[in-house]
């Protein structure tokens, strides 16, 4: 990546059609090089991963396959020269939104490192897999992180997907174990609990969002609401309340959703508002993490209380 990135850099200019003109030769070089070796690793390493994560008798490879095959293209079937001129295209739109050349320039330089990561992660992805597939294997896959991770993943972290790999959003690094042995994958990043509490401070408040919600969850919340809370842009909002400034989230709080159930229990929940076509909402906010520590003060019980009355506990 940071080739690609050095390459743009020293082509850049203020027409970003011939600034990629310029620079793409030497990226693709770069990105080509980078996905021929991580292939190559992973078909000579993911058969003694496999036995590592518990996968027993495994059968000599049925097939042998090419892995120059999965160079020059994007986990999507893209071609690398097309999937790269995204980032160009993402400069474009800042210019025409206003934003000054040099900006637009950072934009595409950042969402060239994201692309060529997401391409190389795709690549070690698919060269696993087939060679995988070569031993004959049976069993199940299981999503295991790739430190860092986002709190979407960590909450997914160990789900098995049966015998087709999960899938992932955008820019996801997470890879496909092998394995239905727990106490293997254990130590391989594959349960919420034992990544989340090999974070720092500083780390697991930046997976979780806040270091409110970092210290909710070492208070027992659950993490899935905890990510959940963010699950669609804008979901967490501000408001003047309560004498004071309040954050919350709409998330869980339709008739249906466990925060509602909670609110509804604590007396909280008045009536239900309308939401779009046909959901009903709790006409009650939902109050964060952050502003229950806020309202409770010192006094923990109170905190804990709150916690199990909004649906994070």
Not at 216 to 244: I, P
């Amino acid at each position: 990546m940071l080739r690609i990135v050095q390459a743009w850099r020293r082509n850049s200019g203020d027409d970003l059609n011939q600034a990629y003109a310029d620079a793409y030769a030497p990226m693709l070089d770069a990105l080509d090089s980078a996905q021929q070796d991580i292939a190559d690793y992973m078909a000579d390493t993911t058969p003694d991963v496999m036995q590592s994560l518990g996968s027993r008798n495994l059968k000599s490879p049925e097939f042998t396959f090419n892995t120059s095959k999965l160079v020059g293209l994007a986990g999507n079937g893209q071609n690398t020269f097309d999937n790269l001129w995204g980032s160009v295209l993402m400069g474009k739109h800042a210019i025409s939104q206003g934003y000054q050349t040099r900006t637009a320039l950072a934009v595409v330089e950042r969402d060239f490192a994201l692309r060529s990561r997401t391409i190389l992660a795709d690549t070690a992805r698919f060269s696993a897999m087939m060679t995988a597939k070569s031993h004959s294997f049976t069993a199940q896959y299981v999503r295991m992180l790739t430190p860092p991770s986002c709190g979407r993943c960590v909450t997914l972290a160990g789900m098995p997907s049966g015998r087709r790999p999960f899938e992932r959003h955008p820019h996801c690094d997470c890879i496909a174990a092998w394995s239905d042995d727990e106490k293997a994958l254990a130590t391989h990043y594959a349960n919420p609990e034992d990544y989340l509490n090999s974070l720092s401070d500083e780390e697991l408040a930046k997976t979780l969002g806040s270091k409110a919600n970092a210290r909710a969850w070492k208070d027992g919340a659950d993490v899935n609401q905890l990510v959940n809370a963010y699950r669609r842009k804008g979901d967490v909002r501000s408001a003047q309340m309560y004498g004071t400034k309040i954050k919350y989230t709409i998330e869980g709080t339709t008739k249906r959703g466990w925060a509602y159930s909670r609110m509804k229990q604590a007396g909280y929940v008045k009536e239900h508002v309308r939401y779009g076509s046909k959901y009903w909402r709790a006409d009650r906010p939902r109050l964060m993490p952050e502003t229950i520590y806020q309202l409770a003060g010192s006094d923990h019980a109170q905190a804990m209380r709150l916690l199990g009355d909004y649906g994070w506990l």
